[in-house]
């Protein structure tokens, strides 16, 4: 079962990522996009480990609920409601329950994957951080939630897919054929996210 520790220690370690591959981050964004993602994401998760380690969420929902509240104050541009919509959603999907099953938490993830689809109206193969997101959930969904290994491996194989692709949706759509070539940063920091799971995993399982 995963607890709140759990969910607390998966926000921690995407923060340090985060903070770690900040200028990648940018350095892809500035290809397509605003070149301000990798400050975005740095900024939005130093407030989400600060809001967690202050109100100390007793329960995996009251974690990545709070977690979406503070990207969605703190992040500009489309990323903060993109990733805090998934968060958010993914934490009322889990409800008040103390601990969740690692099948529990695939239904909610997917249930926050969806919903993100819906605000930014995109599909995988847009170019877009469901280009990672999808199969990583669904990854975890056919290990039936016990490999966040082949989730984050999922997500990091998305996210190189999408190098070819064209974008449809978001900034980099403005570019057309230009933005064949490059891999999009929404995308990468999706796998970060996914990476930062099994890490978590791994270091509650020593």
């Known amino acids: 079962m ?6 607390r220690r998966w926000m921690a370690v995407m923060a340090h990522a985060v903070e770690r591959e900040a200028d990648r981050l940018t350095e892809l964004d500035s290809a397509i996009g605003d070149a301000d993602h990798g400050a ?3 900024r939005g998760f130093a407030a989400v480990l600060t809001a967690v380690g202050k109100e100390e969420p007793e329960t995996p929902g009251g974690v990545l609920t709070l977690a979406g509240r503070q990207l969605i104050s703190t992040v500009g541009g489309a990323s903060g409601p993109l990733y805090g919509t998934l968060l958010r959603r993914t934490g009322k999907a889990l ?9 529990q938490l695939v239904e909610a993830l997917r249930a926050g994957v969806a919903a993100v689809a819906q605000l ?5 193969g847009d170019k877009t951080m469901l280009d990672a997101l999808e199969p990583a959930v669904e990854a975890l969904g056919e290990s039936l939630g016990e490999s966040f290994a082949d989730a984050a491996e999922a997500a990091d194989q998305g996210a190189l897919a999408t190098v070819p692709m064209q974008a449809r949706k978001g900034r980099a759509s403005y570019l057309g054929e230009r ?3 490059h891999q999009d940063p929404g995308a990468t920091s999706s796998a970060l996210l996914f990476a930062a799971l099994a890490e978590a995993a791994a270091e509650g399982a020593r």
């Open 40 to 42: 975005n994401m740095q």
């Open 2 to 7: 995963l607890d709140a520790d759990f969910f």
């Open 95 to 103: 409800g008040d329950a103390a601990s969740v099953a690692p099948v």
């Open 179 to 181: 933005s064949v070539g």
């Open 120 to 124: 930014g109206g995109a599909a995988a």
